[in-house]
């Protein structure tokens, strides 16, 4: 490429550093002629983050810790149950330990602990309605509609049913928060955040307390069935035995003078069955309890590491938040004098370029 061809850069486009302090000075000085709007600005927005800050509704956040520790694998258990002709299902890997995170924030689980009594002044409340009764404008609103309080034992009809829908999905997608410590430990921490401190911790209690046993039930139903199988058959087998031993003695005491052989084939053929229950009954009952042994050894262990501590109350800074309104307030007053500036400065070259008359 000839240096002909080149693009030549006219000097009179560069900006050099003495006409860009020169441009700095100017801006600052336009901006120090607005100094004292700047300033009512800023003390505006510091005074309306104060007053958000101290006029607002207390908040509450509970939170509960806890660590969730698998059970071993169920081959074992599943090869004996196989023997015995039962199957232990796929050892409830259908809710794996990642799925509880979900669970805990279903409709079913989240309803569930809302519709239990809590203890409060000594009285039995709904959690339902301790929450109703904390939200007035939600307060009045049910008991214009004849819905509060909720009796648990008239729960629950199509209206009420629909109420309690919007309370679960408010509570479970707005205020509640289910996650890992880290992915590869296995803490969970359940938090909630709302207005009502009693609300607020009891329902993290209940429902960590009813999600677990729903999982851990969930994840054992198919060895506990089996091993309640087991034990049906050990007594089916038990009782036969008894029967047979029964009717040994007895064929016993009939033959106890007879000298034929073949008139006592008949207490041999119950002798024999006797050996055969009792070999049986014998293996069923060590079958049972090692049974019992590897499904207490592969159930899932919960245990609480941190529970909610009161006071629950979050006290946010009155102090921070008017500092960060005041430096908001002042800032988009700058960007607004700027941006108006800027706006005027173009006009003006936009003017002096248009050609004269």
């Known amino acids: 490429m000839n240096e002909a061809n080149q693009p030549q850069i006219d000097p009179s486009d560069e900006i050099s550093l003495a006409e860009l302090w020169i441009k700095v000075q100017s801006v600052v000085a336009y901006l120090w002629r607005f100094k004292f709007l700047i300033a009512a600005v800023g003390l505006a927005f510091a005074v309306g983050g104060y007053f958000k800050v ?8 509970a939170s509960l810790t806890f660590a969730l520790e698998q059970g071993g694998g169920g081959g074992g258990l599943s090869g004996l149950a196989s023997q015995f002709g039962f199957s232990m299902g796929g050892g409830g890997e259908g809710l794996g330990g990642d799925n509880l995170l979900s669970l805990m924030k279903s409709r079913r689980i989240v309803q569930d602990v809302l519709l239990s009594p809590i203890s409060v ?13 904390s939200d007035k404008k939600l307060k009045a609103k049910w008991d214009s509609l004849g819905l509060y309080p909720v009796d648990p034992l008239k729960c629950c009809s199509p209206s009420q049913d629909s109420a309690i829908g919007v309370v679960v999905k408010a509570v479970s997608e707005n205020s509640l928060a289910v996650s890992k410590v880290d992915k590869k430990l296995s803490f969970v921490t359940v938090s ?7 609300f607020t911790g009891a329902f993290v209690e209940l429902l960590t307390a009813k999600s677990t046993d729903f999982y851990v039930q969930t994840k054992m139903a198919n060895a506990h069935a089996n091993i309640s199988k087991l034990e049906q058959r050990v007594d089916s087998v038990s009782a036969e035995l008894q029967a047979a031993m029964v009717g040994y003695s007895a064929a016993q005491d009939q033959n106890s003078f007879t000298v034929q052989t073949t008139a006592k084939v008949p207490t041999m053929q119950k002798q024999m069955k006797v050996t055969m229950l009792t070999t049986l009954y014998g293996e069923l009952v060590k079958n049972l309890e090692l049974s019992k042994t590897m499904s207490a050894r592969e159930e899932p262990l919960i245990t609480i590491i941190d529970r909610p501590h009161y006071p629950l109350r979050v006290r946010e ?33 936009a003017a002096a370029l248009k050609p004269k008359a």
């Not at 002044?121 to 009764?133: E, R």
């Not at 909630?192 to 009693?198: H, I, K």
């Open 54 to 61: 101290k006029l607002a509704k207390p908040s509450y956040t």
């Open 121 to 133: 002044d000594g009285d039995s409340v709904l959690l339902l309605n301790q929450y109703v009764a």
């Open 317 to 349: 800074s009155k102090l921070k938040s008017a500092a960060i309104g005041g430096v908001l307030g002042v800032f988009l007053t700058l960007l607004f004098l700027g941006g108006r500036a800027f706006l005027s400065d173009l006009n003006k070259q």
């Open 192 to 198: 909630y955040t709302g207005t009502d401190p009693v």
